[in-house]
Each structure stands twice: as C-alpha cells, then as structure tokens.
C-alpha cells in the first residue's frame, strides 16, 4: 500500500525536475546570447523555404526596427521544387539591402520596418537568423508563451554535445485566434549557446565559425554605388498579374446572400476586386482596409467585393464575415476564376474602372499607403 501511495509523488516529482531543468537551460542559453557581441556561423535549413545553406553574421549592438537589436548579413542558396535561388542580404540599421538576381542589382530601403521589408523576396529568407540571438531578451516570447517545457535525448550537431528542449505552448492574437506551437532547441552543453532548432515547417542546424568578432561599419551592406535600385518598400507588387489597360474577364459567381453576381452587371461603375481567403493571414488583415475603402464610397458608384477562395469544402466565409463584421459583398467559389486573374499569391486586388477595364492591380496589400492610395486612386476613376 505506501509503494502505490508514493509511486505518484515520484512520477510527480519527476516530472517536476525535467520541466525545471529545461527551463534552466533555456534561461542559461538566453544569458549566454546576451553577453555576445556578434555570432558568425554556416546554417543548413530544411523545410519551408527550402533546402537552404548559407553564411549569416549576426552584430548585437542596439535597437533596430527589423532584426531586433542587431545588425545581420546572409549569404546563400535555396534549392527549391522549381530551382535554386541566390540569396543575399543585409541590415545595418538604417538600410535594408538584398540582390535580386533578376534584374541584375542591388536593392536598397531606407529607413527600412518589418512590414516593408516583408514585401520583398526576401520574405521567404527573414527567419534564417535564429530570432534569440538578435533579441535583447533571448527567448523572451518562448518564456512568455511556453506551456510545457521538456528535456528530451541529448544529441550532437555537428559533432558539438547538445540538450534538446522541447517547448509547447499557445500563442492568440485577433488575426489568427489561439495557435499551438511546438519548438525544439538545441543547446550547446559546454558554451549554452543555440546549434539548431526544429519546428513543424523547418529544421534548422549550425556550424558556429566565429564569436565576438568586431565588424567595420560597412560590412552589414552590399551597395555598389552603380548599380543601386532604391525603393520606399511601399510599392504595390504587381508582377505577373493581368495589365492595366486590359479589360477584366467576366464571371458570374453565387454570392454570399444567396444570390449570384456578374461582372457585366456592373458596368458603369467602378468596382474593386479582393481575392481572399479565411485561411489567408494576409487577407484577414487587409480586410479593415477592404471594409474601409467599402465604408468611404458607400453611397457613389463604386461596388467592392470580396471574392472568396476556399481550399477545404467545409469552410464557411460568411460564418467568418459576419462574425467580424465585414458589410462589403461577398462572391464565393472565387477559385472558379483564380486562373482567369493570375492569382497566384493571396491578397490579390483589382481596380476596374466603369467601363470594365483594369486601372491597378496588386499582390499582398499590406504596404503602408494601401488604403489611401486606392482611395485616390477610386476618386480618379469617378472623377473620369
């Protein structure tokens, strides 16, 4: 009978520990990121983007808009379904600069935030430096919104002992409601310092070159002085979508109250085109917008309409749409037409003017201006 009493307490007990111990290990893997002045090492990532290798210098100094307190430059290559992909970039602090292969240059944004920065094709390349060495806090959301922390089997990488710890918790927000992550952290047992990490879209393992290396002022950029392409980083993204000047496909589509909706019905006036979807974080965003661009031209010739593209049958937009709120129409099966409108990244909008023709089109609507500009850009159409 005491045996079976104090089995539990044991258990209990024990868990206890291990909980303990990997919390302490993060706690002195965070203490070790924050006495470092700079990190230099090769990353091998898999997954999400890609197969990925490259060379990142991370420069901890002070508080920056981007990369937190740090400066940081990567050099690399993606191999992907469709290619390889050069990838090369910089930081500073006050400039934000990457190659885009295409064309051949060096693009630059000054003054450079989160939001502009996404909207480059380095978007898919951001997370690469591991996010605890450019905090002033390592793993300060991990401490934050951990719930269960475990220490699982030790392992080696690249021939360095390591822990690994286990982290499962829940993050919420408006946008995306409750999320339940799960990460795993590798950690140096002789120095604390991070050596990998795995979560559901990436594994990601380094090979660490060089520690508190002082850096020249130049080195976190890539500027060739003749061949700089500089952008606000608000630009609307506009490749491969149908031209302005084109006149818009038709399509009749149900719409969300039970009727249908045809484009040739509209003629006359002028009606904006969102190409969303309830599984789109993006989309959910700009959805404000959208619902303030409907709310300002409520009342004059101006149609804006939500076409919604579902990948799962048992999705239910307007579910979505009238538990927040959204009043704009709603046209479903928006994936009969997607082809029709090159839409291959969402949110996908069009502006067509009362003769049916495109006057704008844009990817991924979440530049600074977005809602002023198209406002402006709807009153010339009106005005015309």
């Given at each position: 009978?005491?045996?079976?009493?104090?089995?539990?307490?044991?258990?209990?007990?024990?868990?206890?520990?291990?909980?303990?111990?990997?919390?302490?290990?993060?706690?002195?893997?965070?203490?070790?990121?924050?006495?470092?002045?700079?990190?230099?090492?090769?990353?091998?990532?898999?997954?999400?983007?890609?197969?990925?290798?490259?060379?990142?210098?991370?420069?901890?100094?002070?508080?920056?808009?981007?990369?937190?307190?740090?400066?940081?430059?990567?050099?690399?290559?993606?191999?992907?379904?469709?290619?390889?992909?050069?990838?090369?970039?910089?930081?500073?602090?006050?400039?934000?600069?990457?190659?885009?292969?295409?064309?051949?240059?060096?693009?630059?944004?000054?003054?450079?935030?989160?939001?502009?920065?996404?909207?480059?094709?380095?978007?898919?390349?951001?997370?690469?430096?591991?996010?605890?060495?450019?905090?002033?806090?390592?793993?300060?959301?991990?401490?934050?919104?951990?719930?269960?922390?475990?220490?699982?089997?030790?392992?080696?990488?690249?021939?360095?002992?390591?822990?690994?710890?286990?982290?499962?918790?829940?993050?919420?927000?408006?946008?995306?409601?409750?999320?339940?992550?799960?990460?795993?952290?590798?950690?140096?047992?002789?120095?604390?310092?991070?050596?990998?990490?795995?979560?559901?879209?990436?594994?990601?393992?380094?090979?660490?070159?060089?520690?508190?290396g002082r850096y020249a002022a130049d080195f976190f950029g890539l500027s060739d002085p003749q061949n700089v392409i500089t952008i606000t980083g608000n630009e609307p993204i506009t490749a491969d979508l149908l031209k302005?000047?084109?006149?818009?496909?038709?399509?009749?589509?149900?719409?969300?109250?039970?009727?249908?909706?045809?484009?040739k019905d509209l003629q006359g006036k002028v009606v904006l085109l969102d190409f969303w979807g309830t599984w789109c974080i993006p989309c959910i965003k700009a959805m404000?917008?959208?619902?303030?661009?409907?709310?300002?031209?409520?009342?004059?010739?101006?149609?804006?309409?939500?076409?919604?593209?579902?990948?799962?049958?048992?999705?239910?937009?307007?579910?979505?749409?009238?538990?927040?709120?959204?009043?704009?129409?709603?046209?479903?099966?928006?994936?009969?037409?997607?082809?029709?409108?090159?839409?291959?990244?969402?949110?996908?909008?069009?502006?067509?003017?009362?003769?049916?023709?495109?006057?704008?089109?844009?990817?991924?609507?979440?530049?600074?201006?977005?809602?002023?500009?198209?406002?402006?850009?709807?009153?010339?159409?009106?005005?015309?």
């Open positions: 009978m005491r045996i079976i009493i104090l089995l539990p307490v044991l258990v209990s007990f024990s868990f206890t520990y291990c909980q303990q111990t990997a919390e302490t290990i993060l706690q002195k893997s965070s203490s070790a990121c924050k006495k470092l002045r700079s990190v230099n090492y090769e990353l091998y990532s898999e997954g999400y983007p890609g197969k990925v290798t490259a060379d990142i210098t991370i420069n901890r100094v002070k508080d920056f808009p981007v990369y937190g307190i740090s400066q940081v430059k990567v050099a690399g290559i993606a191999l992907k379904s469709d290619g390889s992909e050069q990838i090369s970039y910089a930081f500073n602090g006050e400039k934000f600069e990457f190659v885009d292969v295409k064309k051949s240059s060096i693009v630059r944004i000054d003054s450079p935030t989160v939001n502009k920065v996404a909207r480059t094709p380095m978007i898919a390349y951001m997370m690469l430096p591991l996010i605890p060495y450019c905090e002033k806090q390592p793993f300060e959301n991990i401490f934050k919104n951990g719930k269960q922390f475990e220490l699982l089997k030790d392992t080696s990488i690249y021939n360095i002992p390591c822990y690994s710890v286990r982290v499962t918790g829940e993050t919420e927000s408006n946008v995306t409601g409750k999320v339940v992550f799960t990460s795993t952290w590798f950690i140096g047992k002789k120095d604390w310092l991070i050596h990998g990490y795995e979560s559901r879209l990436v594994k990601q393992f380094i090979k660490i070159k060089n520690i508190n302005k000047g084109e006149v818009a496909p038709g399509w009749t589509l149900p719409s969300g109250d039970g009727g249908t909706i045809s484009l404000p917008d959208i619902q303030a661009i409907y709310d300002h031209f409520k009342n004059k010739d101006v149609v804006v309409i939500g076409v919604s593209v579902e990948m799962e049958k048992i999705a239910k937009p307007m579910d979505f749409v009238h538990k927040k709120h959204f009043t704009y129409t709603i046209a479903l099966d928006g994936s009969k037409i997607v082809d029709l409108y090159k839409v291959k990244q969402f949110p996908t909008l069009y502006l067509l003017n009362k003769q049916g023709k495109i006057i704008h089109a844009e990817q991924a609507t979440n530049r600074e201006n977005f809602k002023d500009d198209i406002i402006a850009k709807i009153e010339t159409a009106l005005a015309e």
